[in-house]
């Protein structure tokens, strides 16, 4: 008898066992379907003289892409830098972008609705902005980083200052002619960190304060650079045709003058960057998760279908 009840809370407790552990199964494979089903978040990140808010630009861009969504809550954070939508503006032109992103590393990790990743937009310099955060931080992780007339390579004039505020526009201008590597304009003016100089290539690489360093210009090589960089799912460049912002436009597919003169173009494949790989690009071009898109327009001139048809459906909704 006694081995018997033994022998039957044995089972009992067999039966129990599994049943917990089917029970466990079910609610993890639940679990998985449910955030399969859910869209990745967004992170946006505006261009020069915007901000996160105005409803006629990254808020017509965060309508856009819910619509895709059928208004399911799809979870969008548009990157503020201040406490209100002037001061976003105002930084955009005067707050030294080193600080900017380390700012966003910091308010993104603390985000508890992008812990499982993210896919990100950046617009015009808020693409090379969101590449810094990718390679110095990616925690959370970026899936797709979509760049929108960004300047990977820099600038060399800006023959429109775009922008709400008029004046901020001409002071930028104001200071570019007075001493673009000027270190107390470095540390201030947010287009000088990404100024390009290709008469001066000695001088841009030691002297300014950001873009030789996210593009790994220095000597010695930054592999978590890379490492973060190639991890991308997907790394997207948009290149508008008819730019008259950009100078060189294919900056914005991360080619630039060569060395010495402001004519001649070299572009991403052939260029010292690639061949040698200091970022990852090369290794992102050959397993195919590279892309190379074009739009026939000026700077930031695109249509909301285009939007749908070549943003978000291939990249966000993958």
């Given amino acids: ?6 022998t039957n809370g044995f089972v009992t407790w067999i039966k129990s066992g599994w049943l917990l552990i089917m029970v466990s199964l079910i609610l993890m494979n639940m679990e998985s379907m449910i955030q399969a089903a859910s869209p990745l978040p967004v992170v946006l990140w505006h261009g020069m003289g915007d901000s996160c808010c105005f409803p006629f630009s990254m808020g017509k861009i965060e309508d856009t892409i819910r619509s895709q969504f059928n208004h399911s809550n799809i979870y969008i954070h548009s990157i503020r830098i201040g406490s209100n939508d002037a001061e976003d503006v105002e930084n955009s032109y005067l707050m030294n972008v ?5 700012m966003v590393c910091d308010t993104l990790k603390k985000d508890p609705n992008l812990q499982n990743g993210f ?4 617009f015009s310099q ?12 990616n925690q959370p992780k970026v899936h797709n980083l979509i760049s929108i007339g960004g300047q990977h390579q820099g600038v060399y004039g800006l023959p429109k200052c775009i922008g709400v505020n008029h004046t901020l526009c001409e002071y930028v201008r104001e200071m570019l002619d007075i001493g673009v590597y000027w270190e107390w304009i470095q540390n201030t003016l947010v287009q000088a960190e990404y100024w390009h100089d290709p008469w001066n290539e000695a001088e841009f690489i030691e002297r300014c304060v950001f873009l030789p360093d996210i593009n790994n210009y220095r000597a010695v090589k930054n592999e978590t650079y890379k490492a973060n960089l190639s991890s991308l799912n997907k790394f997207v460049m948009v290149k508008f045709l008819l730019d008259s ?20 173009v070299v572009k991403l494949r052939d260029s010292q960057l690639y061949q040698e790989d200091w970022l990852g690009l090369k290794k992102l071009d ?3 998760r590279l892309d190379f898109l074009e739009v026939y327009g000026d700077h930031l ?18």
């Avoid at 080193?98 to 380390?102: A, P």
């Avoid at 808020?126 to 931080?137: H, K, P």
């Avoid at 695109?302 to 943003?311: R, S």
């Fill in 119 to 122: 896919n990100a937009i950046g």
């Fill in 301 to 318: 001139q695109f249509t909301l279908e285009w939007f749908i048809d070549n943003i978000v459906n291939p990249y966000l909704k993958n």
């Fill in 1 to 6: 008898m006694f081995q018997r009840c033994q």
């Fill in 98 to 102: 080193n600080k900017q992103v380390q």
């Fill in 286 to 288: 050959l397993a195919g």
């Fill in 126 to 137: 808020g693409s090379q902005f969101l590449r810094a955060y990718v390679q110095r931080c």
């Fill in 245 to 264: 912002f950009v100078q060189p436009i294919e900056s914005e597919h991360f080619g630039f003058y060569k060395p010495g003169q402001d004519k001649e």
